[in-house]
């Protein structure tokens, strides 16, 4: 659970991740994580799609839930909650949110500890103005992997923003894929052996990026391991795209074919 919560009111529609409190006989009361002190219903027509007779059969105290939020009574502070509404892709984008910022909080609190600060005076001098800009720690961390300078932003001690960059390095090589794929190709030109030499040597050499990397290894003729590293599944396979095609390109002008 991170340190900071939301302020003020959630709106019709929003998908919050809640903590049941109290379960009643037709309904249960459920603390609404994000947010500061609130609380909403869930009636037992909204627990599951399927008929409820005991609502204690489905929810249990401090049972985690994501839930929609159906109707709000500014004046009153009511909050109507929905279970049923939520649909599992939503209720597993928001679980991973959730797991998302606390995993950055704690890199954040980390770094905090290092640097002797409280993870509380990092939310004071930086860190509510962090999650107003960019929606999010998560969101601050994206930013940080596309412009590292953005902690210079920050207001913390020169030895913070140092140990907070160590960190969020550390964890972009953590989240890292590796992919392993095999293929396969040979030399039908009169240099066999040299043109597939030459001709590894130069997909690897052409196939560099800066986020992305590239190993081929002879595994027994015409098969080799073709292994790529890089920042995403999504990026790894617009990058092994753009290795095949190379590898195509290549192929042609070194007589090699590939299987």
Known sequence: MVFYKLSG?????????CKIKKIL???????????????????????????????????SVDKQVVCRIENVDEQKGFIDLSIK??????????KDASQNENRIEK??????????????????????????KYGSLQGFFEAFTEDTKIIDELSLPKTFKEH??????????????????????????????????????????????????????????????VSINSKDYKELDSYFNRVLSLMKNLAVKYDIKIL
Request: aromatic share 8%; with cysteine; proline share 3%.
């Open 107 to 132: 890199v954040i609190e980390h770094a905090c500890h290092l640097s002797k600060i409280k993870l509380e005076d990092f939310y004071k001098k930086d860190g509510f103005n962090i999650v107003e």
């Open 9 to 17: 009111l959630p709106a019709k529609g929003d998908i919050v991740l």
């Open 85 to 94: 509404r939520v649909s599992a892709g939503d209720a597993k984008k928001k």
């Open 164 to 225: 907070l960059i160590e960190a969020f390095n550390a964890l972009l090589q953590k989240n890292r894929v590796n992919v392993n794929k095999r293929v396969k190709f040979m030399a039908i030109g009169p240099l066999g052996v040299d043109n597939i030499k030459t001709f590894i040597i130069e997909l690897i050499k052409k196939s560099k990026e800066d986020d992305n990397s590239f190993q081929i290894k002879y595994i027994d003729a015409p098969e080799y391991l």
């Open 25 to 59: 006989p037709h309904s249960a009361f459920a603390q609404l994580i994000e947010y500061d002190n609130l609380e909403g219903m869930i009636h037992i027509s909204e627990v599951s799609s399927k008929w409820t007779r005991d609502i204690s059969d489905v929810l």
